[in-house]
């Protein structure tokens, strides 16, 4: 069963405008983390914000937020004012135990961004 | 200094080549890994290497093997690979449940 879901493959955002991105996931894990990871064309794996599963607040990070709704299982990712160097490939990720203190990520399909001028 | 180093950034090897690539991080995390990603999938996880101890996707032929030979260096050593196994290597590291910093990557294209 898939672990986290990315229901929108592309999407399209006037630049300076917000956008959302959806993310949800489904554990049984009590304790865990939900982080957004941006991939531009370079290949590169850039980190924009975590959330904690004991976190009461929402995450921001600049123009990052995340809307955590932790009954819905969901953890979409904010990005206000959009810029050019916006576009890219966003991938929602979820950390789990793989044993001997260490964790992984699994990571959804990911989805497009693409901003237009 | 959050910065995880990969090389090379290409390598185009043949099927019969052995080749290594390496990763390396000064942040002082206890736990590294190396990821596969193909053309347009997400990355998928291939090995851990946390607290001096391996742990192994099942699913990942032998013709990959990791080598850690200190706790800032993770290698990936590669012998006999297929032209399937042409993708993106990502190389990340942690502090446990922190986020995972990842390197660059090294674009594989095997002929």
């Known amino acids: 069963a898939q672990k986290i879901t990315q229901t929108q493959p592309g999407m399209f955002v006037q630049e300076k405008e917000a956008v959302t991105l959806d993310c949800t996931y489904d554990?049984?894990?009590?304790?865990?983390?939900l982080f957004w990871y941006k991939q531009p064309s370079s290949g590169e794996m850039i980190f924009l914000i975590y959330?904690?599963?004991?976190?009461?607040q929402n995450a921001t990070e600049g123009r990052y937020s995340l809307n955590f709704q932790k009954a819905r299982k969901s953890a979409n990712l904010v990005i206000s004012a959009s810029q050019l160097g916006d576009s890219a490939m966003y991938f929602c990720?979820?950390?789990?135990?793989?044993?001997?203190?260490?964790?992984?990520?699994?990571f959804g399909k990911g989805t497009k961004l693409s901003v237009i001028p | 200094d959050t910065e995880v180093t990969q090389t090379p950034k290409h390598l185009v090897m043949g099927m019969t080549n052995k080749k290594s690539l390496k990763c390396e991080q000064h942040?002082?995390?206890?736990?590294m890994y190396w990821y596969k990603q193909k053309a347009k999938k997400p990355p998928e996880l291939m090995f851990v290497?946390?607290?001096?101890?391996?742990?192994i996707n099942e699913s990942v032929p032998s013709r990959f093997s990791p080598e850690c030979p200190n706790s800032s260096l993770l290698n990936l050593h590669l012998h006999a690979l297929q032209p399937e196994d042409s993708a993106l290597y990502l190389c990340?590291?942690?502090?446990?449940?922190?986020?995972?910093?990842f390197g660059q990557g090294t674009r594989l294209t095997v002929v």
């Open positions: 290497y946390s607290y001096e101890k391996l742990s």
């Open positions: 554990t049984s894990d009590p304790s865990y983390g």
């Open positions: 990720a979820m950390r789990e135990s793989s044993g001997a203190g260490s964790y992984q990520l699994t």
């Open positions: 990340a590291s942690s502090a446990g449940r922190a986020e995972a910093f």
């Open positions: 942040m002082g995390h206890r736990a």
């Open positions: 959330q904690g599963s004991y976190d009461q």
